[in-house]
């Protein structure tokens, strides 16, 4: 009732004034004696905190430095571990785990997909600095610096062996996990690392930053706990940290598709850790102390030509069956990525309207306030859906070519006399010197040579 | 990638070696003198802002922001404001009177401020502690009003993610990065 009676009252009101309003409003501004306020606008950042991001990035480059100083010249997991909880301290709770290096992957994909966004320095040295430094000294990065990682390296506490075919086999989800992420970022719809980072909304759950920036300007600071609409995120990174109790860094293992890019850099790296700072006398104490699975055992006997050639051309064989069932693994799952497009999802509310079937009110609020027609609209997103389904197949074809690969070098044997770290997948976490004996003798050694100085 | 190494043939795995390691370092300056390019032809910095002209206040920037209450809040374009009395931004449309008792209220945070300035015109102004981004008095005051109500990230709260969480929930593609020194798409006369 009372509400015809005001839409009754808006309506004379309208014939009333539309003489006199002007002609795009529809109702006149007032006279009046003051002048009017001006619409705030809040600067983005004030002062410093502008350019923090160039800060950050120096502190990543000096984190990485660290974390190598330690793992190479003093040989310390303690050293290691805390500069893998400042980093953890800094980069998670203080800069609430955005940019990161993970995440830039997809800011580098989506600036060279070129929709106007361009990538900034310091993204650029967030993507490549560990990059570089894991080229010079292995992933150091990962063990030392990456707050996703150092949240899971925390609570590691009891990890379990993974059989090495189920450990290989998880790892290539990464694999999948990165073209997905880089072909999405690509055509600009979603940054799925960002979707879908389990950790971020833990950083975010309580803002340590503001309160101490607060403290710094010398107001009063208050801390309130924040969830907002992150509860998915929240549970998934629960999950995500206590599987990480019986299975270390399941993230960084099977997930991260940063480490896709990191594992064939280490295995090139100018240098590497090694497990003992001298020769290896095959004591079999540091086979357990590795909680990743990186450390290797020397090679067993060899079984035989023939068994190994077996094994390699069945692997051949499959390389190219791999590789074809992900062409159609990308090619099926085409038309439901490409629901992440706008113009996509605009097309199927207009095909659902014109069926007469229940469609998306805000979408169709959406489909009026914007220029185009149905005709170019479904033109758009036919094109958008032939070229995400080709960018899938593309992916799928990219996982089956890795997966293949992996297969072929896992088949060729390799001569490996002593217990040595696994390049690929070695985090340089340092939790390998403290069980080697010989490191142990170099310590006293050193200790006792330091205390005849002093 | 397949290297054999059936015999300690080290002097050629270490060839193949330094020659992958040679080859990495390529790739990674190319990688890098394109993304500077990149860089250095693009505008800088970039926030995260919405369009008003394509906003249809479906109201997921209330609940899809990382921050509680979200950074996108309603602000008012004055010189527009018809300063009405009856304004369909400020009164539910069931209200029974024109008071300012919470009942009458469009807003579910009682976030707007009703302030009388010269019979028969009221200035209405949003109070950003208490307003949620929901954008029920957007849409009240387009419908039947000039419009002055509308939404935007405010950059003193907006912690500028990587991509903004409410930009993919967007029915409307309305959300997109602005360069930092232009951090607002306001409407004006």
């Known amino acids: 009732m009372t509400s015809t009676r005001h839409a009754g009252i808006i309506l004379i009101l309208l014939m009333l004034l539309s003489g006199a309003a002007t002609a795009d409003l529809r109702f006149p501004t007032p006279e009046l004696d003051e002048p009017l306020p001006e619409t705030t606008t809040p600067e983005p950042r004030q002062g410093i905190w502008r350019h923090i991001e160039y800060v950050d990035a120096a502190v990543l480059a000096g984190a990485i430095v660290a974390a190598s100083w330690f793992a190479f010249k003093r040989r310390s997991r303690r050293g290691i571990a805390v500069v893998m909880l400042l980093s953890l301290f800094y980069f998670g709770f203080y800069r609430l785990g955005c940019v990161c290096s993970i995440g830039a992957v997809q800011n580098a994909a989506l600036s060279i997909g070129g929709d106007g966004y361009a990538v900034s320095f310091p993204i650029i040295a967030f993507l490549l600095l560990p990059l570089f430094g894991t080229l010079l000294f ?12 150092a949240i899971q390296d925390v609570v590691a506490l009891k990890a379990l062996k993974i059989p090495r075919p189920i450990e290989a086999g998880l790892s290539l ?22 979707r879908f980072d389990p950790f971020v909304s833990i950083f975010r759950l309580v803002p340590v930053g503001k309160w101490i920036e607060q403290v710094a300007m010398g107001e009063a600071g208050r801390v309130s706990f924040s969830v907002a609409g992150r509860v998915d995120l929240l549970i998934l990174g629960g999950v995500m940290l206590l599987v990480g109790v019986f299975v270390a860094r399941p993230y960084c293992r099977y997930i991260c598709p940063y480490s896709v890019l990191l594992r064939p850099l280490s295995r090139l790296s100018k240098w590497h850790v090694t497990i003992t700072p001298d020769e290896c006398v095959q004591c079999r104490l540091c086979e357990n102390s590795c909680p990743y699975n990186a450390i290797e055992a020397p090679s067993a006997p060899d079984p035989g030509r023939h068994f190994g050639k077996l094994g390699l051309s069945v692997c051949l064989v499959l390389w190219p ?25 605009l097309a199927e509310h207009l095909r659902r309207a014109d069926a007469g079937e229940e469609t998306d009110h805000d979408l169709a609020a959406a489909y009026d306030r914007q220029p185009l027609g149905a005709d170019e609209i479904h033109a758009i997103a036919g094109r958008v859906r032939s070229r995400v389904r080709h960018g899938a197949m593309i992916v799928g074809g990219f996982v089956g070519l890795v997966a293949g690969m992996r297969l072929v070098r896992w088949s060729v044997r390799r001569r490996r006399p002593d217990y040595v770290p696994d390049r690929g997948t070695c985090l340089s976490c340092g939790r390998c010197f403290e069980v080697c004996p010989i490191e142990r003798k170099r310590r006293n050694d050193a200790a006792a040579s330091a205390g005849e100085d002093g | 990638m397949t290297d054999r190494d059936d015999k300690p043939k080290l002097t050629r795995r270490e060839l193949l070696r330094r020659g992958l390691q040679a080859g990495g370092v390529v790739v990674l300056a190319g990688g890098t003198a394109g993304l500077i390019s990149e860089a ?27 921050l509680d209450p979200s950074a996108v809040k309603a602000v008012h374009a004055y010189e527009i404001c018809g300063y009405c009395e009856l304004c369909t931004g400020y009164f539910d449309p069931k209200a029974t009177e024109l008071t300012t008792a919470a009942e009458n209220q469009l807003c579910p945070t009682g976030a707007i401020v009703r302030t009388f300035k010269k019979d028969p015109y009221y200035e209405y102004s949003i109070d950003e502690e208490l307003c949620i981004g929901c954008g029920k008095c957007v849409d009240g005051c387009e419908r039947f009003g000039n419009g002055s109500l509308f939404l935007q990230v405010r950059h003193d709260r907006c912690v500028n993610c990587n991509k903004c969480t409410i930009a993919p929930a967007c029915p409307a593609d309305a959300f997109r990065r602005v360069p930092a020194d232009q951090p607002y798409l306001l409407k004006t006369r």
């Not at chain 1, 989800?173 to 799925?192: D, M, R």
């Open chain 1, 138 to 149: 292995g992933r150091t990065f990962c063990g030392g610096v990456c707050p996703l990682g």
């Open chain 1, 173 to 194: 989800f990464a694999v999948a996990y990165l073209a997905a992420a880089v072909l999405l970022a690509f055509s600009g719809t979603v940054f799925l690392i960002c």
């Open chain 1, 321 to 345: 069956v791999m590789i074809a069932a992900g062409l159609c693994a990308g090619w099926l799952a085409g038309p439901a990525v490409s629901r992440t497009d706008h113009h996509v999802r």
């Open chain 2, 40 to 66: 250095v032809a693009g505008k800088g910095d970039t926030v995260w802002q919405l369009d008003p002209d394509k906003c249809v206040k479906c109201g997921n920037c209330a609940t899809r922001c990382v």
